[in-house]
């Protein structure tokens, strides 16, 4: 279970000459095989749809990919529905899961067609004022206290802004069914990268139950069930990854279990998977370009926390990979670090590795999802290209990087930058 980067030290030489560093790296081949399988896994239930997160990675040639494959998108703004919208996605392949919705996200989602997925019952009237009621409506469940699978703690929903409590849930469709929807959904989201075969079987059946029970106590048709995000991927090598085959497995004895007994057999079940989808098939490649000894040994390298925010926002693990050194010892202790004015830009604290020179390539681990994307331009760095690796070897470049003049645009309208 070592990780393997996808592309090679001789890859990256000849990249470089066209696309320098740093930049992120998607693996298409990898991308459509996972795909294949979660529908594979899920292949048991007629209408299975899978709605890529497009937060995760929003680039509109990634979403081609997931268009291509037959899946739809999951958008929680105003941007998201757009890059979908130009990307062809439309009516029921759009899901909007937002919370603290704007009035124009719901105007534009509507008209859209999208699938509305409310987080609390006071979005009803917001919905209705803004946009309209559709005929269709998913409401988001949030059922408090602590998550727990076996004696593990797994997330604190008791905690978590999203989502209506039970009793919440069923007035809201109460009063959605007066007011003439006809179609309903229910979505949960209780714990993120969960690297458990169980966690999607265990929501599962928290919400088959909770449709059995909203379905006898309002008689409302509950068409869809939502399983949202949260499948997560190892970081850590040596960690064994979920086996999507074992989860679809897992939730479709749910299914069977709760669902059909009660007459709910016809119930189509949605993902809207963002990092099981494309963390592992990304990777930020990044040059090292400074040495410093003090009272640590320090690689500096031409990324920064702006191109991969999540070591330095959550402490996150992610390996890396000296190109071309990958069967020397990891013999050296460094602290891999970006050039930002925070001493919490690094990507990799006291990691053993091979001997690096200024020169080197390090290619950064499963950087595919909510990677590039939570990127942001502290300190005036610039973000990165985005590549893909396509299914026949070649190299294309699916976002160029940005340049002095995208920082400087939102200046535009005086004269400071004019000349410049
Ligand atoms: C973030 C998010 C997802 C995707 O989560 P992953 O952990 O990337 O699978 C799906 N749905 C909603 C509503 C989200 O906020």
Request: proline share 5%; charged share 25%.
């Amino acid at each position: 279970m070592n990780k393997i980067p996808f592309i090679t030290k001789e890859q990256v030489e000849e990249i470089v000459k066209t696309y320098p560093t740093p930049f992120h790296i998607y693996d298409e081949k990898a991308i459509r095989a996972n795909i294949r399988a979660l529908k594979a896994a899920f292949a048991w239930n007629k209408g299975f749809h899978e709605y890529f997160a497009v937060k995760a990675t929003p680039n509109p040639f990634i979403l081609k990919i997931f268009q291509e494959e037959g899946c739809g998108t999951d958008c929680s703004s105003l941007t998201e529905l757009m890059m979908s919208e130009a990307c062809g996605f439309k009516g029921s392949d759009i899901m909007f899961s937002s919370n603290v919705t704007p009035a124009c996200e719901y105007k534009k989602a509507r008209e859209l067609g999208a699938y509305i997925n409310l987080d609390d019952i006071t979005h009803i009237d917001f919905l209705e004022q803004a946009a309209g009621i559709p005929d269709t409506v998913f409401c988001r469940y949030n059922p408090g206290g602590v998550f727990k699978m076996g004696t593990d703690i797994m997330d604190n929903p008791g905690d978590a802004k999203y989502g209506m409590t039970k009793e919440q849930l069923v007035e809201a469709i109460t009063r959605l069914k007066a007011k003439g929807v006809q179609k309903f959904g229910i979505h949960s989201f209780l714990a993120s990268n969960t690297v458990t075969n169980e966690y999607y079987p265990e929501l599962a059946g928290i919400l088959f139950r909770l449709a059995v029970e909203v379905k006898e106590r309002t008689n409302a048709d509950i068409s869809f069930i939502n399983l949202s995000g949260g499948v997560g991927i190892p970081y850590e090598p040596g960690k064994e990854p979920n086996d999507i085959a074992v989860i679809g497995e897992g939730v479709r004895k749910k299914f069977e279990e709760i669902l059909v007994p009660a007459g709910l057999g016809d119930v189509r079940v949605f993902t809207e998977l963002g990092r099981f989808m494309c963390g592992p098939y990304g990777g930020l490649v990044t040059k090292a370009i400074h040495e410093k000894h003090i009272y640590k040994e320090y690689i500096g390298v031409d990324a920064c926390a702006v191109n991969l925010m999540r070591p330095a926002m959550y402490g996150a693990y992610h390996h890396i990979t000296v190109l071309g050194k990958e069967n020397e010892p990891c013999n050296h202790k460094y602290d891999i670090t970006g050039s930002l004015c925070e001493n919490n830009d690094k990507f990799a604290i006291d990691r053993m590795l091979p001997e690096i020179q200024p020169g080197d390539y390090l290619f950064i681990h499963d950087t595919g999802a909510h990677g590039f994307a939570m990127g942001y331009n502290y300190n005036g760095k610039l973000k990165s290209a985005e590549l893909l690796l396509k299914e026949d070897g070649s190299i294309q470049m699916i976002r160029r990087a940005e340049t002095p003049e995208d920082y400087f645009a939102t200046f535009d309208f005086c004269e400071i930058f004019k000349n410049h």
